[in-house]
């Protein structure tokens, strides 16, 4: 997809869209969580949230924390953004989900959802400008690009019976998965994760893991994997996620848990 807003030759705070929705709400400065400042205090142009209502300060610099704050909750700005996620770097695509969290735009899933990217970024750690759709969502109904896990204690007997322990009410993804023993397997045997569609049995689904866990390895000791990324780790709506004993055996493994990343899509 074609970038529709390029950065070049724009300035952080920046509109790039046209102002005439009835969209500006005035708060007090201190009511707003903007980005870090020498002041203490909101800049025109900064990214803001106030609790889960986001938006962009439209009015004059505040010269004091009682000043009163125009703050514009639509639009397309040319904002700076941190391209990574929960996971690290992460490239910005065009209609990403982008999120706030003091002050800082990126796609990490635990702040407020703050608009849909209008430009790309190559993955780094360091701000860099891009076009935003600021808007603001209701994070119970919005889920697309959150992220949950899903986790479950389990012993030789759950692996050997393929156990199930989510139902997708949704379409969301597998991101990666954590695995920890107390006991062994005392014998070769690895574990992965299948993913079963609706009337599908057990062992005739898809493994989505990378790689699969191993269950003779270092009791209390969690290990991670990611997870494929050729459509298996996809779920629709009634997909299930199971153990799956993937070789060997595991007759004695007990006080294990895994717990699995997800992303609603």
Not at 8 to 33: K, N
Not at 72 to 93: F, H, K, P, Q, R
Not at 101 to 126: D, E, H, R, V, W
Request: glycine share 10%.
């Amino acid at each position: 997809m074609a970038t529709q807003y390029p950065a070049t030759g724009r300035v952080a705070g920046e509109e790039g869209s046209i102002s005439d929705q009835g969209r500006y709400v005035t708060f007090v400065e201190s009511d707003l969580v903007h980005p870090t400042h020498t002041d203490g205090l909101a800049d025109k142009g900064d990214p803001v949230n106030i609790g889960n209502i986001v938006g962009v300060v439209d009015s004059a610099s505040p010269t004091a924390a009682t000043d009163l704050v125009t703050v514009d909750t639509e639009g397309i700005w040319y904002l700076n953004v941190v391209a990574s996620d929960d996971a690290g770097t992460s490239a910005v695509v065009l209609g990403d989900q982008l999120f706030i969290a003091s002050g800082i735009i990126s796609k990490k899933a635990g702040g407020i959802p703050f608009g849909k990217a209008m430009g790309a970024l190559t993955g780094s750690g360091t701000a860099a400008l891009c076009a935003v759709k600021v808007h603001q969502e209701d994070p119970v109904t919005s889920l697309s690009g959150r992220k949950f896990t899903v986790s479950m204690p389990f012993a030789a007997a759950d692996v050997t019976a393929g156990k199930g322990f989510f139902i997708a009410p949704a379409a969301c993804r597998v991101v990666s998965a954590y695995e920890a023993h107390g006991t062994v397997a005392g014998q070769a045997g690895t574990l992965q994760i299948e993913k079963c569609n609706t009337g599908e049995a057990k062992t005739a689904g898809d493994v989505v893991l990378a790689s699969a866990f191993d269950l003779t390895s270092t009791i209390n000791t969690p290990v991670s994997t990611a997870a494929v990324a050729d459509g298996k780790e996809l779920l629709v709506a009634g997909d299930q996620l199971r153990l799956n004993l993937a070789s060997g055996a595991a007759t004695s493994l007990a006080d294990a848990v895994i717990t699995v990343l997800m992303q609603w899509l």
